[in-house]
C-alpha cells in the first residue's frame, strides 16, 4: 500500500514571456527567395522602387500563465499570434489557502471552519456518509476528496473517479457538502478487514495531495466500524443524493 502525505501548497511558478524584436522592428527579408530581372522603365514614367521586405511593427504582452499575444502589421495587414509555451495550471489553482473571487474571498474547508460528522448507513450496504458542514463566515471550498485513516491505518483509501463533480463543491455559511465512504464489500471480498475506533480526516488543498489546513476527527459509534481492503471514497459532492445512491 502506498502512502500519501499531505504537503502545504506551494508557490506557483511565474512564467515569463521575453519577445526580441528582430531587424530593428523593420521587418525580415527571405535572402534565399530568387528575384526576377530588373526591366527598363518607359521614357518619362516615373520609377517606382521595389519594395524587397516586408515593415512593420510589433508589440507583446506576457502573462503570469506563460502566454503572449504579439501583434502588429506587415504591409498594411493585421498580424497577431498567440505563444503558449505550457498548459495553463488549473483555475483554481492558487497559493494559499484563499482565493478572491467577485464579492470576496473564498477559504478552503477545513477543521477550523467546518464541523464534520461520521454517519454510518443502512442503504448502500456497508457505506458511511460523511457531512461537512461550513460554520465559517465565508464561502470555503472542497477540493477533491476527504483522506481518511482509520486509528493508526498506515495506507489511504483512493477515490472513486467515476464520482469526481464537474466543479468544485463550493459552501456558503451554513451549508453542507458530502462525501461517501465504502467501508467493506458486500460479498465479503475483501481482506485484512478490523474494526476501527478513531476516525482522522484530512483536507485537500488546491492541488492533489496538498494541505487544506487543520484535520477534523469526527466521532464513530460506540461500536466502531468494520472495514477492509474494499475501503474507497467518493470525491465531495454538492448534492446528498449524489453519495446515498452510489
Not at 503572449?68 to 505563444?83: E, L, S
Not at 464579492?103 to 448507513?121: D, H
Not at 468544485?168 to 465512504?181: F, I, K, N
Request: aromatic fraction near 6%; glycine fraction near 14%; proline fraction near 7%.
Amino acid at each position: 500500500m502506498r502512502h500519501i502525505r499531505l504537503f502545504a501548497a506551494g508557490g506557483t511558478a511565474v512564467a515569463a514571456l521575453a519577445l526580441t524584436a528582430c531587424g530593428g522592428g523593420t521587418g525580415t527579408e527571405d535572402e534565399g527567395a530568387s528575384r526576377p530581372a530588373a526591366t527598363a522603365a518607359e521614357p518619362g514614367a516615373a520609377k517606382t522602387p521595389r519594395s524587397t521586405a516586408a515593415t512593420g511593427t510589433g508589440t507583446g504582452t506576457g502573462t503570469g500563465t506563460g502566454t503572449g499575444t504579439v501583434g502588429g502589421t506587415a504591409n498594411g495587414t493585421p498580424v497577431t499570434r498567440t505563444h503558449t509555451p505550457g498548459a495553463q495550471p488549473p483555475a483554481s489553482a492558487t497559493r494559499g489557502s484563499e482565493k478572491t473571487r467577485a464579492g470576496g474571498s473564498t477559504a478552503l474547508c477545513n477543521g477550523t471552519n467546518t464541523t464534520v460528522t461520521a454517519q454510518p448507513l443502512s442503504r448502500p450496504l456497508n457505506h458511511m456518509l460523511l457531512t461537512v458542514k461550513n460554520t465559517g463566515s465565508k464561502i470555503c471550498e472542497l477540493p477533491y476528496w476527504p483522506v481518511l485513516r482509520f486509528d493508526q491505518m498506515q495506507w489511504v483509501p483512493q477515490a472513486d473517479e467515476a464520482t469526481q463533480p464537474q466543479a468544485v463543491v463550493s459552501l456558503r455559511p451554513g451549508e453542507s457538502g458530502y462525501a461517501g465512504v465504502l467501508l467493506s464489500a458486500a460479498d465479503g471480498s475483501g481482506t485484512g478487514g478490523r474494526t476501527a475506533h478513531k476516525l482522522t480526516m484530512a483536507f485537500q488543498g488546491y492541488t492533489p495531495n496538498s494541505s487544506g489546513g487543520p484535520s477534523a476527527t469526527p466521532a464513530l459509534p460506540a461500536k466502531g466500524v468494520y472495514y477492509d481492503s474494499s475501503l474507497k471514497v467518493t470525491y465531495w459532492q454538492q448534492d446528498l443524493d449524489d453519495v446515498v445512491s452510489w
